[in-house]
């Protein structure tokens, strides 16, 4: 079976689970008297969708970069800080991820952002931004923090020339070398590189030889990750085209234990899946955050009643938000425990779930969550530390598995769809 056929039957399991089997999950255009609920804290994720070039494997709302498109999205941007503050309220805001796309092309854009922001929100949280080795120097780092910025995660991928080639990344080993060493010296709370594994062709040693490399220019965090596949981008066409193999699951395994093992003699301490952090730092991080609110298009929402979703298409998010309507073009209500799980479901790839709360998150269905994670413990994958289970090494790399295909599946059905039309009709996953 290829990856992402048994994807299918893995996430029709999880659904089942927990929603039961006659529920299905489906994502609408919201009802035109709808409105967010009112929202004492949340964090804020902030779109930014341009890149100087598209990289074949990229599964993001993006375009190619163009000065004219700017201003149009910056205003619009600020437009849609405002719809959410005149409805959630004047909502304090625990953390601000900006994300892409290259949100560093666009600088200014994100400072007038952020200034709109803290001007409609209560901001007390880190602001985290993800950037590109190309676009490092030190105009851009004096931006950053001149922003405010605290968290900065640039996008390696590899240190080796072919395989940069290969994922269709457009800059030298050493160029990244030197944007991390830049941002290392420069005062910022946290510096995280994106390393991947499991490309083509790549070796253990490889992986280990990237990873020491990235270590030395100082950074305290490593988040590692594998090459996603989504059927949705040219990638798999693109490998196809080169006659480029996958590493196969058992490639990817011990690629996986030999990052586990090198982090941990190298005093980086796993704090996701995937993320490895050095020292008493701020944790930089994209995603389980309980709640936040999407600005841009294609960002999502995770709200206390259900998930929602902009219009994928830049122009018609920008027509919407200048106007003063919702650019929201799809929302799936929570049913019964559903947010409970969502909950759990972060936690696991926190790789650290807090039993004293569950109840309070799952509810009905905490006795259920609790046997789950019984099994989980029984079968190796999980130790408990106190009121603390831990996902042991196994049980990260096969949770990190589940979880790959359920987002590979759930993704996949949502964006191929919300990215054919701007406004799309219902979707069931
Ligand atoms: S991977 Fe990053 S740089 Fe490449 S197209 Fe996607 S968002 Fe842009």
Not at 279 to 298: A, F, H
Not at 376 to 403: C, D, N, S
Request: glycine share 6%.
């Amino acid at each position: 079976m290829t990856g992402h056929s048994i994807s299918r039957p893995i996430t029709e399991a999880v659904r089942r689970y927990l929603v039961g089997p006659d529920q299905r999950w489906v994502f609408e255009p919201p009802p035109p008297d709808w409105t967010p609920p009112r929202i004492a804290r949340t964090s804020l994720y902030l779109h930014v969708p341009f890149c100087r070039n598209v990289c074949p494997y990229c599964p993001y709302t993006k375009v190619p970069y163009e000065e004219t498109l700017i201003d149009p999205y910056t205003r619009a941007a600020r437009a849609e800080v405002d719809w959410w503050a005149d409805r959630i309220g004047p909502t304090e805001i625990t953390s601000v991820y900006i994300g892409g796309g290259t949100p560093t092309l666009a600088m200014d854009s994100v400072a007038s952002v952020l200034e709109r922001i803290r001007e409609r929100f209560r901001l007390t949280g880190d602001i985290n931004i993800e950037t590109n080795p190309a676009d490092v120097n030190p105009v851009i780092v004096q931006q950053l923090h001149d922003a405010g910025i605290a968290c900065v995660s640039l996008g390696v991928q590899s240190f080796q020339t072919e395989k940069l080639a290969l994922i269709g990344r457009r800059y030298e080993p050493v160029t990244a070398e030197r944007a991390l060493e830049l941002l290392a010296r420069s005062g910022f709370a946290s510096v995280n590189a994106d390393i991947m594994f499991a490309l083509p062709g790549q070796s253990t040693h490889d992986v280990i030889a990237d990873l020491t490399r990235a270590m030395r220019t100082g950074v305290n965090q490593i988040t590692t990750y594998p090459l996603f596949t989504f059927p949705y981008t040219t990638v798999g066409e693109y490998l196809r085209l080169k006659a480029v193999r996958m590493p196969n699951l058992h490639t990817r395994r011990a690629h996986y234990r030999a990052i586990s093992r090198w982090c941990a003699e190298h005093n980086f301490e796993r704090v996701s899946v995937w993320g490895f952090k050095r020292g008493d730092v701020p944790r930089y991080s994209s995603v389980t955050r309980d709640s936040y609110i999407g600005i841009g298009p294609g960002a999502g929402s995770h709200l206390p009643d259900g998930f929602v979703l902009n219009s994928f298409d830049l122009n018609s998010w920008t027509r919407a938000a200048l106007a003063g309507h919702t650019a929201i073009a799809l929302r799936m209500p929570f049913a019964g425990e559903m947010a409970g799980w969502w909950w759990l479901y972060w936690r696991l790839y926190d790789t650290h779930i807090p039993l004293d709360d569950l109840d309070a998150a799952l509810g009905q269905d905490a006795p259920k969550a609790r046997r789950w994670l019984k099994t989980l413990e029984w079968t190796g994958l999980a130790v408990r530390h106190g009121k603390t289970l831990e996902l042991t090494e196994p049980g990260a790399f096969w949770l990190h598995l589940a979880q790959n295909h359920f987002a590979l599946n759930y993704v996949n059905t949502l964006w191929t769809q919300a990215r054919r039309a701007p406004w799309p009709q219902a979707v069931n996953i």
